[in-house]
């Protein structure tokens, strides 16, 4: 099981939290957990192609650095107790998107098995006109003409990671969305990979599922309420109706007071908040199950959808199912997470069923074992999506007609 760690393509590394710990989830389930760094944000992914063959793979070097590491596991796992020819690919958020690259990469073809995308935005890379701009951009900032590229390499790279970062920020400034997270079906934002048409020949999954992945299984899903939380902010758990129209309004003009109406038909009960949390999740989730869609639609191989619902009692619940809180029960680390689970028996309850299906996916393409409901593979009539809580259940799909509003109007 290779894990690719979070941050975008931008920041992060393979021991960046205590979640990433590999040993118990190695003990449990007789797994040779494999971790790794690789070349990120302007050194990973800085398009310098116009500038010079020497530069064609610029753009990509991050994912390759990637490919480079599942080659090496190829040949030297069977050292370490591995099988090379069962290797799951596994990653959140950023490390997620590096997971659906690499399932459009030919280069990587083969030196995977199974694949586990969490929480991440998978459908789109950068365009490679969008990343030659933040490159002349860059160069531009830094008083340097095309015929002076190769001077980037005598750079320091706080100042050129500094120019880069204003090169983003002026080419994609931030709209202002009312504080939520609206779905984007623009541009992709910030440092990425970008389809060159050779590395990455067309965009993983849009506007379908890619062919050289088309046998591999795949496991992918979201947390609730992802970055939308009142862990530092007590105050939004006494948030307005009318504050939470205000603010879907400002994201979605001209739709938000229907977006609203739509999630709490399905939220009836819930706090004005968890609805501008789940309003807020969508960007997230409408992505994942488009994926997931678009996988399924392939007919090559399953795919299995799963939402993490559990709500930690930390900090008096405030923080919910945020963004991240899956990690630490998908690598049975919740005692050495205490401080974000309670480290709490029903906790340990729930990493025990959450890690088995890792495992289990690992080891055979379904997530399935004697712990939870019968889990179906994900189709797009019949959405199957094991919520994992105190109480795991098969839900199909219940904000389906919510998001349609959302995304449609």
Known sequence: MVWLHGGGFSAGSSQELKSYDGENLSRRGDVVVVSLNH???VLG???????????ASSANVGMLDIVAALEWVRDNIGRFGGDPSNVTIFGQSGGGGKVSTLMAMPAAKGLFHKAVVESAT???VATAAMTAKVAAETLAGLGLSASQADQLQQVPYEKLLAAADAAYRKLQPAADTGGIRVVNRGERQGYAPSVDGRIIPAQPFDPHGPEVSAS????????????????????YENMTEAEVRRRVNTGYPGKGDKIVDAYRKVYPNAKWFDVLSFISATYQRHDSITQATRKA???????YMYL??????????????FHCAELAFVFDNTDRCAPMTGGTAEARALAAKVSDAWIHFARTGDPGHPGLPKWPAFQEKQPAVLYFDNKCEVKFDPEKEARRVLIEG
């Open 216 to 235: 591999v299984p795949l496991l992918i899903g979201t947390v609730l309420n992802e970055m939308t939380t009142a862990t530092s902010h007590p105050e």
């Open 45 to 55: 992914h800085l398009n310098l192609a116009a500038y010079g063959g020497k530069y």
């Open 39 to 41: 070349r990120l944000n």
């Open 308 to 321: 993490f619902a559990w709500q930690t009692p930390v900090l008096d619940g405030r923080p919910r199912a």
């Open 122 to 124: 998978g459908l789109r």
């Open 297 to 303: 639609a392939q007919g090559g191989a399953p795919v």
